[in-house]
C-alpha cells in the first residue's frame, strides 16, 4: 500500500503565503514525477504544478512567479510554496504522485486534499 498525504493548508489573508507539504510512504521501490492539484468551488481539478524525479518543474501559467515546487527525494516528499495569494487560489490542493512500488508496479495515487482559503 501507498500512501500520499498533504499538509499546510489554511486561512490566510491576500498577499500572504503558505506552505503545502506533501508525503509519500509505504511500499515504495521509486517515485517518479510528482504534482500538486486544485480544485476551487464548481471548478474542474487543474494542474498548478509539476515536478519530475529529476527535478525538471513545470508551472500553470496562473501561478507562474508566485508558486515554487520542491521535492525532497530522501524523504519521498515535495512542497508548495505558495507567495502572492489571492482569492482565486482558494481551493482544495491534492497531490498526485507517480510510484512504483517493490513488486515494480507502477500506479498514480493521490492524496485527500488540503483546503487553501484567502480572504481578508
Known amino acids: 500500500q501507498v500512501y500520499v498525504v498533504e499538509s499546510g493548508g489554511g486561512l490566510v489573508q491576500p498577499g500572504g503565503s503558505l506552505r503545502l507539504s506533501c508525503a509519500a510512504s509505504g511500499n515504495i521501490l521509486h517515485v517518479y514525477d510528482m504534482e500538486w492539484y486544485r480544485q476551487g468551488p464548481a471548478q474542474e481539478r487543474a494542474l498548478v504544478a509539476h515536478?519530475?524525479?529529476?527535478?525538471?518543474?513545470t508551472y500553470a501559467e496562473s501561478v507562474l512567479g508566485r508558486f515554487t515546487i520542491s521535492r525532497d527525494d530522501a524523504q519521498n516528499t515535495i512542497s508548495l510554496q505558495m507567495n502572492s495569494l489571492q482569492p482565486e487560489d482558494t481551493a482544495v490542493y491534492h497531490c498526485?504522485?507517480?510510484?512504483?512500488?517493490?513488486?515494480?508496479?507502477?500506479?498514480?495515487?493521490w492524496g485527500q486534499g488540503t483546503q487553501v482559503t484567502v480572504s481578508s
Open positions: 515536478i519530475t524525479d529529476s527535478h525538471r518543474t
Open positions: 498526485h504522485a507517480y510510484v512504483v512500488d517493490r513488486e515494480s508496479v507502477l500506479n498514480d495515487h
